[in-house]
């Protein structure tokens, strides 16, 4: 059964521009959640999507979106980028939305210049 | 606010030394608790989690982690660690029993053992 799989591996964009990461779950499951991981702040929730529809979200300004398809596949949007913004984008899935266990991707760095 | 600490951010072992790593989440009624460990190279992959029931959970590779209520205390243990064992760890809280999917992670702790 192949992983939590996360596109692209490493991004590099600079200050202003707008950046869209994907991330495709296990097969079968219907949440995903997404954690932003920096050296100062370590993890931090950005939000959690199951059955299309956002269920949780983290304390992130607005310029953090997301949305998930019907087969579950999610992506995440980060526009007008700033220097702060640079940082390891991490994906988990679940089966279900309070499932006993989430399954983490390798994500995505993005460092913006 | 909710917030899970975890006391050491670095922690050097010699092989077959005892484990110890220290983690304390804030009140929030009900909370479900996690340790994570991210290997180098490789993703984040859960070690051990704790619901409900037997306060002292076992989880893989020889892991172990008890809930103590009345300290808000999940401490991770390993009685004899291995060179294998070099990793970050994290302790993860949930808040609310459907909210497993946001996780409150402590800042980590970086293992290094000696071999």
């Known amino acids: 059964k192949a992983g939590v799989t996360q596109t692209p591996r490493y991004l590099i964009k600079t200050r202003g521009q707008q950046v869209t990461l994907s991330c495709s779950p296990i097969?079968?499951?219907?949440?995903v959640s997404w954690y932003q991981q920096t050296p100062g702040q370590g993890l931090q929730f950005l939000f959690e999507?199951?059955?299309?529809?956002?269920?949780n979200k983290g304390n992130f300004p607005g310029r953090f979106s997301g949305r998930q398809f019907s087969n579950s596949r999610s992506e995440m949007n980060v526009s007008t980028l700033e220097l702060g913004d640079s940082a390891l984008y991490l994906c988990?899935?679940?089966?279900?939305?309070?499932?006993?266990?989430?399954?983490f991707g390798s994500g995505t760095q993005l460092s913006v210049l | 606010a909710q917030s899970v600490s975890q006391h050491n951010h670095h922690v050097i072992l010699s092989e077959a030394a005892s484990l110890e790593l220290g983690c304390n989440y804030s009140?929030?009624?009900?909370?479900?608790l996690f340790w994570y460990v991210q290997y180098p190279g490789q993703h984040l992959q859960l070690l051990l989690k704790?619901?409900?029931?037997?306060?002292l959970v076992k989880g893989i590779k020889g892991f172990e982690a008890e809930f103590i209520k009345s300290k808000f205390s999940f401490n991770l243990r390993k009685p004899s660690v291995q060179w294998s064992d070099t990793a970050e760890y994290f302790c993860a809280a949930a808040y609310g029993s459907s909210n497993t999917g946001k996780l409150i992670f402590g800042q980590g702790t970086t293992l290094q053992v000696k071999p």
């Open positions: 988990a899935s679940s089966f279900v939305q309070g499932g006993e266990k989430l399954f």
């Open positions: 097969s079968g499951h219907r949440s």
């Open positions: 009140y929030g009624g009900t909370v479900n």
């Open positions: 999507y199951f059955s299309e529809t956002q269920r």
């Open positions: 704790y619901f409900s029931g037997d306060p």
